[in-house]
């Protein structure tokens, strides 16, 4: 039995990555130092994977930025507003790079990033490739046979990790429609074979194709065109080893053209899908491998290892052991990097626990204890540590089952309790919006912001200090007020009409929920990627839910004091919480996401007690917890609507309750989106040109909407006309009584400077269209 690994975190376990690209990109490190960088971390991470037992240890699966971004230059796929920077202006193929990823308005350029969406259901965001009709494509950066030759010179023959042809056409758009991208396979091909040329010549023997749309629905040309890249290839490297991998999900349909394809090995996620190993046994091609995905890629939680040694048994029994390989259900991108990093976890709980490092430990340990494996028992005679880590694994699981650290009666008695009235509001939208309208007195076209405004340096190390003990709570929570109050004064004289507090209590608008629940952990160096050098620290549910005091209730009482503008309450909802955070995997997802609501509910009543007339709940994950099967997708948004509509519904008419959404499609799910029932939802927009608007008109939505008119994920000033202009779109569908004015999410990763100047514009842009509109209405 081999063992190999699809991914491991790049960012490294002190976040030495994101580090150091910050600093390149102000300009505080050379080129070299950052390549330096990035070079210790890969050496790290194949040393450690070789040192643990690896086999077939990943390479190419580091990325400055985004593997997809990587692939895109990997094959020429630059959009023609990029190649002055190449040509003109001379820059390094890594400014390139950094361009397509984060836009670049320098030398006289202005040139707006490329977009950017979830990785599937992940909280990772890709770049997403952009396609046009007859596109031809060339090998124009050899990052992974660079990778591959530094990890050969340091010892190591690694598995170069590819992302394959039809998978990368599929995970980027047209960007112009009339055509088909899965069309351009032929002239992508080339490139591909080109690179593996090069592989192959420099020594590689195992190349892993990630191939994660076989887990979802293929088209028949789609499935066509996944039969020809194999064949194309095993034709012109007949000898190379080829594996695909699958990750997030089973084959079910795609069981049968899987196990045919002409390639020597296909992993499978047996933690998503542990039904498709039997029916793949029957299938599979003779000398075919099959990697079985064990260990959760996804998830913290211990490995069960006798669970996971019936399934090798399984497979060895109808293989042999040279065709089965062990591995993590997908790459460990998904997951932070080391748990001992964590001196301040609960002792019970972290033994609970596994991150990549411990991950890749329990893989090769999974391998040892299989190798012993016989016909129908494990058979440790010889070996007596592995029945004790067998047995000491079996106490760790039970010691979970059991604690009573999990089960929280009061929680179960109030879920029980909930009535299908608690998830309703009290009036109609229509009779909602007469009260609302009386009570907030709002012009039209009301501006606001999404919540957050700079969470400058300085506020995160006060957090920092206070964190170390070198600030005490009464002075960090004075200097959060003294922030607090210039924000909202600001907004005050810049005339926003729904104010915010600012957030700058929180480091992150899930872990600062997570870090007060009852039922959560939190860690102090869990950090996984979220995009670029962006990371987030997920909480990790292990119990039942429940609000142990109000959490934003001083803050925004506080906020409220300082203006008579109304102030917005702002929370995580139910759903987002649920999604970026670590699931305790011991219950159906839906029941964890009920207790969660009724935690925020309970917030929700405080701040309305509390004189607040507005409250946003953001529910930016709603569409990222889709499941990837569509079959499965009504029971997930039955179950997602009813928890967020349970979280709001306990305020009276008056009170208005916001939503919003940001950084994904949410055409297919509008009718789920209108049945939250929020009074306002504030959608990002601005980046696809309010595209999206279309399916709100199509739909009718029947709320008020805020298309974000600007994109605040790159530090480029939008001037008011752009704004107007887009806005103008969104008049042409939507009635401009139902229309606000706001950005596409939160300001928390821009500067202050930058903001400033973005939310004049933003407020010029407002007063222009009520100049504009309001007179058309008058005539
Ligand atoms: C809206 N988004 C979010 C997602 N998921 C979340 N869980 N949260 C989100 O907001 N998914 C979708 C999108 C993704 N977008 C983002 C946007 C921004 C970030 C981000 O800014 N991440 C920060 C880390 C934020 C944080 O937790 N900060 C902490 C710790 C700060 C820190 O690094 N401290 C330093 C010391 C201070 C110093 O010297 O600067 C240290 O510990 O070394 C805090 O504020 O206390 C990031 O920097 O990556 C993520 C996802
Ligand atoms: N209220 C949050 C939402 C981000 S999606 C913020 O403004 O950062
Ligand atoms: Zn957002």
Redesign the pocket.
């Known amino acids: 039995m081999q063992t190999h690994n699809l991914g491991y975190p790049r960012i490294g376990s002190r976040?030495e990555l994101?580090k150091a690209c910050e600093k390149y990109w102000s300009g505080q490190i050379s080129r070299q130092e950052l390549f330096n960088q990035g070079y210790a971390i890969k050496a790290d991470n194949w040393r450690l994977q070789q040192r643990a037992g690896i086999d077939w240890v990943p390479s190419n699966d580091f990325s400055y930025y985004d593997q997809v971004l990587d692939h895109c230059l990997m094959v020429g796929a630059i959009p023609d507003r990029y190649h002055a920077i190449l040509v003109e202006k001379k820059k390094h193929e890594l400014d390139l790079y950094f361009a397509m990823a984060r836009g670049y308005q320098r030398d006289g350029l202005d040139v707006k990033a490329m977009e950017m969406t979830k990785w599937f259901d992940t909280?990772y965001?890709y770049i997403v490739p952009e396609f046009h009709k007859n596109q031809q494509f060339e090998l124009f950066s050899e990052k992974v046979i660079h990778e591959f030759e530094e990890a050969k010179v340091q010892g190591i023959l690694t598995k170069p990790v590819l992302l394959a042809p039809v998978s990368f056409l599929l995970l980027g758009k047209e960007k112009v429609a009339g055509f088909d991208r899965i069309d351009l396979l032929d002239n992508l091909l080339p490139v591909y074979l080109k690179v593996l040329e090069k592989l192959v010549g420099y020594g590689a023997e195992w190349v892993q194709f990630d191939e994660p749309f076989l887990a979802l629905s293929l088209s028949d040309k789609e499935q066509t065109a996944m039969r020809r890249t194999y064949s194309v290839i095993k034709k012109a490297f007949p000898h190379l080893k080829t594996m695909v991998a699958t990750y997030f999900g089973g084959l079910d349909a795609h069981l049968g053209l899987a196990a045919e394809l002409p390639v020597c090995a296909l992993h499978l996620d047996l933690v998503r899908a542990p039904h498709q190993l039997g029916s793949l046994l029957e299938l599979v091609r003779p000398k075919m491998s099959l990697s079985l995905g064990l260990v959760d890629g996804r998830n913290v939680w211990r490995n069960d290892l006798q669970a996971s040694l019936d399934l090798i048994r399984l497979a060895v029994n109808k293989l042999g052991s040279d065709r089965v390989w062990v591995a993590p259900s997908c790459s460990l991108l998904h997951v932070p990097c080391d748990l001992e990093l964590e001196s301040g976890l609960d002792a019970e709980i972290k033994g609970w626990l596994a991150f990549a490092k411990q991950k890749i430990e329990e893989v090769v340990l999974l391998q040892r204890i299989g190798n012993h494996t016989r016909q129908d028992r494990v058979d440790l005679k010889d070996t007596p540590w592995l029945g004790q880590t067998l047995e000491q694994n079996r106490q760790y699981l039970t010691s979970r089952n059991t604690s009573t650290r999990i089960h929280n009666e009061a929680v179960k008695t109030a879920l029980a309790s909930v009535l299908p009235s608690h998830s309703q509001r009290s009036s109609p939208y229509a009779e909602r919006h007469k009260l609302q309208t009386e009570a907030l007195a709002l012009p039209l076209f009301p501006t606001t912001t999404i919540g957050s405004f700079p969470?400058t340096?300085e506020?995160?190390?006060w957090?920092?200090r206070y964190k170390k003990g070198e600030l005490s709570l009464a002075a960090y929570e004075n200097l959060l007020k003294a922030e607090t109050e210039r924000c909202v004064r600001w907004q005050d004289d810049l005339g926003l009409d729904v104010l915010v507090h600012g957030e700058f209590e929180r480091?992150?608008?899930?872990?600062y929920f997570g870090e007060q629940l009852e039922g959560f952990a939190f860690t102090t160096n869990g950090w996984v990627q979220?995009?670029g050098?962006?990371?987030?620290?997920?909480p990790i549910i292990y119990g039942d839910v429940s609000r142990k005091h109000p959490m934003t209730v001083d803050w925004t009482v506080f906020a409220q004091s300082l203006t008579r503008r109304p102030m917005k309450g702002m929370l995580t909802g139910p759903i987002t919480i649920l999604q970026?955070s670590f699931v305790r995997n011991d219950q159906p997802r839906k029941d964890t996401c009920f207790q969660i609501a009724l935690a925020i509910r309970e917030e929700v009543r405080d701040l309305e007690q509390a004189g607040i007339r507005v409250i946003q709940i953001d529910e930016?994950?709603l569409r990222e917890g889709l499941p990837l099967k569509t079959s499965e997708w009504p029971d997930y948004l039955d179950w997602a609507v009813t928890a967020f509509r349970l979280s709001a519904s306990v305020v009276g008419d008056h009170t208005q309750i916001h939503t919003h959404m940001?950084?994904s499609e949410f055409n297919d799910i509008i009718s789920h989106i209108a049945a939250m029932d929020a009074d306002v939802i504030t959608i990002e927009c601005s980046r696809s040109q309010m595209e999206l608007l279309d399916a709100f008109a199509a739909f009718e939505y029947p709320n008020e909407i805020g298309p974000g008119v600007y994109d605040i994920h790159a530090p480029r000033i939008p001037s008011s006309e752009e704004m107007i202009e887009l806005m103008e779109k969104a008049i042409r569908v939507v009635p401009k009584e139902r229309l606000w004015v706001n950005p596409d999410?939160?300001l928390?990763?821009r500067g202050w400077e930058e903001t400033q100047r973005a939310l004049e514009e933003m407020v010029k842009a407002a007063d222009g269209l009520r100049a504009k509109f309001a007179r058309k209405a008058d005539m």
């Open positions: 976040r994101k909280n965001h969470q340096k506020v995160r190390q957090r920092a480091n992150d608008m899930v872990e979220s995009y050098s962006r990371c987030v620290k997920p970026w930016p994950a940001c950084y999410c939160g928390k990763t």
